[in-house]
């Protein structure tokens, strides 16, 4: 009979892994348009890593990003000016206590009803536009979202 046995208390001594910040969705995410009230959009940044280092996250529009889709896919898609929305925030401080963070953009309905054509699509594309640390995983550090107006 043989026996093994070892000693582990699931800790690595001195084994960080450096920070990479993400978005989770990607990619073209369509906005649904309810009966009433705003379009909301909700996507999360979060900190990979095994450490315990803070990083801010800084979000924002990037045509770019637009302009780079467009162009991959053979789409045309127009990007949303971004009068017609309201970020909750577009600054998240990620750490040891807190790895993810929800952000929510919110379309203004009404002026979007007023000033758009209805049937058109509009794509606002939001982009991790920096971090005070760390690096942002390049595939996964845009999301754009699809709004289709009724």
């Known amino acids: 009979m043989l026996f093994l046995?070892?000693?582990?208390?699931?800790r690595d001594v001195n084994l960080t892994i450096p920070t990479e910040v993400y978005l989770v969705q990607t990619g073209l995410q369509t906005v649904g348009f309810p009966e009433s009230g705003d379009p909301q959009a909700?996507?999360?940044?979060?900190?990979?890593?095994?450490?315990?280092?803070?990083?801010t996250v800084r979000l924002g529009i990037s045509e770019y990003v637009l302009?780079?889709?467009?162009e991959e896919r053979a789409t045309n898609y127009r990007?949303?000016?971004?009068?017609?929305?309201?970020?909750?925030?577009r600054s998240v401080e990620l750490g040891a206590g807190?790895?993810?963070?929800d952000i929510t953009v919110t379309?203004?309905?009404?002026?979007?009803?007023?000033?758009?054509?209805?049937?058109?699509?509009?794509?606002?594309?939001?982009a991790v536009t920096g971090i005070s640390s760390g690096k942002v995983n390049a595939d996964k550090n845009a999301v754009l979202l699809l709004l289709q107006i009724p």
């Open 98 to 101: 807190r790895w993810k963070a």
């Open 107 to 126: 379309f203004h309905a009404s002026e979007l009803l007023a000033e758009l054509p209805s049937g058109s699509e509009w794509v606002l594309p939001v």
């Open 42 to 55: 909700v996507f999360t940044v979060y900190k990979g890593g095994y450490n315990d280092d803070g990083v």
């Open 5 to 10: 046995s070892g000693c582990d208390d699931g």
């Open 79 to 89: 990007m949303l000016p971004e009068t017609f929305c309201a970020f909750d925030t």
């Open 67 to 70: 302009d780079r889709y467009n």
